[in-house]
């Protein structure tokens, strides 16, 4: 299943996560569509006249990544799993198998990486179902979870015997804080939301021990993040992008070469030569006519030929500006080639994403689209003269799935991450202001000051080899940001297809890039 989720993500941003199955039966290629409307009344000035469609890129910033391969801990640490990446890695560095044999670093350092992400998802997964149901917290649930870093320290030992190597020691150094620090996170995180009635249980004193123990090894490591040796807000802020770059250099592992070709120019330069076509087409019939009519150097005939020349000029710049409005959307914007970054396998292709930007009128619009918007009684009544402009954003991504299997067996999704500022949709907005009055009883009116806040409607639409499926949501927004989403409702699925929203998509959390 497909699983998308639309969340705000501050007070002028919006976060679109979509997962990309790939299905290895289905073909070479899997195929997906992933289309944006977004609905601008006239009070938000967005119109093809106003908003230069190429802004759009500027505005969304797009993630690609590979979806966090999942993992329970018994999956982890089974030491007959061939899956497993802490298994794997004691089988790169164990000694007794190795020995005389020379240690794979990249292998070493793409599955140490893997490691760190499968287990931030592992221990997101395990704290969210603790959370849920408390009786799950146990003192054999705690230890196993502890068990991961355990172990990768006892395959470093190992590592330090057989391999001097100080850079690769640097890096597993940097994996060991950061498993360190994620166990610490989320083993306060569940400590801190149980309810104060089991702080004192047998469960509660394991997860406190066990961050303890973890926060004096970060000690007797000399690793910079001890918070119990923070003593001024310069070191909390420290701790923070230390955690955090430490979880960008893991999240590496997950990440494509991307690279992207802006092809407006191209569509551009087809246009403009359409519209020179029409343009010297009309030039030349008046000219043919003016030579038939007046006969060859004719004062009247030469008079006649500037017009001609006129007027070509201008239905030139005209043809130029309509093919551009009504035509543009319909071709690629930019088209991102993504390719295998890991150093052994770099310059295989495995995807191919073409975008595409434009305004549609309502009449260019799907069907289903159109009854998505649909709007209540209310609406159609007071804006039945006013037209809404529809910018539609639309990604098309094509995976080698039959590459992308060969090279990650472990690998079953692709996760799209896309935030998108509404800063500049939202400029135009006043700080208007209604009165509502309020009877307080013995005739006593006072005015309630309430601020105006405006509607964006945004309908996504995804398609897969499945179906179509669409979802709608409404903005409610005011000059300032954002200040809720309402989901209008499923729509319902097109075909067969199938709509999920989740709070948790593998693991897709913002900080991962």
Known sequence: MELVRFKQRDRNSVEIKTRYRIDRGAGATNSYTLRFYLFFPNTFGINPGTYDQRSFLRQLRAYLRFDTPHFTIDELLDPLSDWSPLVRLQKIVRPDRNSGIEIDRDRFVYESKLLGCVYKSLLRDYTQKMKD?????????????????????????????????????????????????????????????????????????????????????????????????????????????????????????????????????????????????????????????????????????FVLLVVGYMVKDRIKDLFRDVLTRSMGSFFTIRKSVIRDRRRSRRHRRIAVLHERIGFRHEGQLPDAVVEARNRGHFERVLFASENEYALLYAKRIRLNSRTIASLHTRVDAVADINVLDLRPFLQNLGAQYGIVPLDEGKRQLRPRVVKRVYHLNIILEYESSTGTTLQRYRLIVDGEGIKRIESVGDTGTVEHGTWALADEIGDLDDDDR
């Open 133 to 301: 149901s408390p009786e799950l917290v146990d003192d054999g649930t705690i230890k196993k979870l502890h068990e991961v870093p355990r172990q990768f320290r006892r395959t470093l030992d190992d590592l330090a015997r057989r391999d001097p190597d100080t850079a690769l020691a640097q890096h597993a150094d940097i994996i060991d804080e950061h498993l360190s620090l994620l166990l610490s996170r989320y083993l306060v995180l569940l400590l801190h939301d149980r309810d104060h009635a089991v702080e004192e249980s047998v469960g509660s004193k394991r997860i406190a021990k066990t961050a303890q123990k973890e926060e004096q090894y970060r000690q007797s490591r000399n690793f910079p993040s001890v918070s119990s040796l923070i003593r001024s807000e310069r070191q909390f802020e420290e701790y923070v992008y230390r955690e955090k770059m430490l979880k960008k250099y893991v999240t590496e592992a997950l990440f494509f070469e991307v690279s992207r070709t802006n092809t407006a120019k191209r569509t551009e330069h087809l246009l403009y030569a359409i519209a020179a076509g029409i343009a010297m087409f009309v030039a030349t019939g008046i000219a043919f006519i003016g030579q038939r009519h007046y006969g060859n150097l004719t004062t009247s005939l």
